[in-house]
């Protein structure tokens, strides 16, 4: 199936009072929109990104953009999230990670402080999923969106998404949660987000977050990075990139210095996404979901909840989906499962998602 065409957009707010008390002027995301919105605003989806994506949901590789959006195989004419049926809106989080890769507009450490004329750094307030949110719910305002038919995401997407539920459940009516952590962050899940920013800190170039935007810490970066795509990729993957010396007559046995196919493999993925994401913001998405639980306001929720977790995912791996499934129906609460039988690992919620296209197209007619 061919790609639909996006349409990008900005959306500004004077000021933005934050959870934390905070307020936030000029502040600014990045919006991305495909298919028609009917007149009475009744078929909207909201998309939320993961983890270190942007509001490119959808969309063909162009001069611009090396990939595809990032659910291309799920939004467009005939896929899951149908733009001959729905309008589908994805807008960037407050603190994106993207912030530095020329595209992707958002409010962050990396973006003016209007009062200093210079970086926010670590002077920006802490932000929270619920922010995320706050700022999204605003966003479907101006579009003049006052229900919608359900808010989907992948992994720190999901979280968004089944925030959504408890801040706003008389606007969604359902959720799709894909490659999820469930209802909170688990402590394991937690531990390893926490491991995933330590070289970002260890980074003597990061300088306490005060760093130059020409020479940011780069390596940290990049070593986060690539514990982040370790994770986010399963055995079989991983094995794939083999385990032959990753350059010809440098064997790992002769030097320290000289690397395993798969470790260079990981590192090359990691220093390309790291010349573009800011480091400072990676920290503040860290924090951002490290905080996310909404175990005690399940009582505020009215939505349906679809999962779709991989059976190979070793970020949030399948039981965290259950045991969600399992605590929303006990508060009362309509919840089901589907299982994506892939062997990529966590990622495979973003590549593999066009195989739960007829459970999502069921769930998103029943009523």
């Known amino acids: 199936m061919n790609s639909v065409m996006s349409t990008q957009h900005v959306f500004e707010l004077d000021t933005y009072s934050c959870v934390s008390g905070k307020t936030l002027r000029n502040v600014r995301v990045g919006y991305e929109t495909y298919g028609t919105l009917n007149p009475d605003g009744s078929n909207a989806i909201l998309v939320c990104h993961y983890f270190s994506g942007n509001a490119r949901a959808a969309g063909p590789a162009d001069d611009d953009h090396d990939l595809p959006g990032w659910w291309d195989n799920a939004i467009g004419p005939g896929k899951a999230l149908d733009t001959d049926r729905y309008f589908i809106v994805s807008s960037n989080t407050l603190a994106n990670l993207n912030a530095c890769d020329g595209h992707s507009v958002t409010t962050g450490p990396a973006s003016e402080n209007p009062e200093t004329g210079k970086a926010w750094g670590l002077g920006f307030p802490l932000v929270t999923v619920e922010d995320f949110v706050h700022v999204q719910k605003r966003l479907l305002e101006h579009l003049g969106i006052e229900r919608l038919v359900a808010v989907a995401g992948p992994s720190g997407g999901s979280v968004q998404a089944i925030q959504w539920s408890v801040e706003y459940p008389e606007m969604v009516p359902r959720v799709i949660a894909v490659i999820s952590p469930g209802l909170y962050i688990h402590p394991y899940a937690a531990g390893m987000m926490e491991l995933w920013a330590r070289p970002i800190t260890a980074d003597p170039a990061w300088n306490g977050g005060c760093y130059d ?121 309509d919840a089901e499962l589907s299982m994506l039988n892939v062997s990529g690992g966590h990622l495979d919620g973003l590549s593999q998602i066009d195989l739960a296209e007829p459970v999502i197209r069921k769930f998103l007619d029943s009523s």
């Open 213 to 333: 935007t020409a020479n940011p810490p780069r390596e940290g970066l990049a070593s986060a990075l690539a514990l982040v795509n370790l994770s986010a990729l399963s055995y079989d993957v991983v094995g794939g990139f083999g385990y032959a010396p990753a350059e010809e007559g440098k064997h790992p046995a002769d030097s320290l210095e000289h690397q395993f196919i798969a470790d260079a493999t990981l590192d090359a993925i990691a220093r390309g996404r790291a010349e573009t994401l800011d480091a400072n913001s990676f920290l503040y998405m860290v924090r951002a979901f490290k905080l996310y639980d909404v175990r005690e306001r399940l009582h505020e929720a009215r939505a349906r909840y679809l999962f779709i977790p991989s059976a190979t995912d070793m970020v949030f791996p399948p039981h965290l989906s259950a045991t969600a499934v399992e605590d929303l129906r006990a508060a009362g609460l």
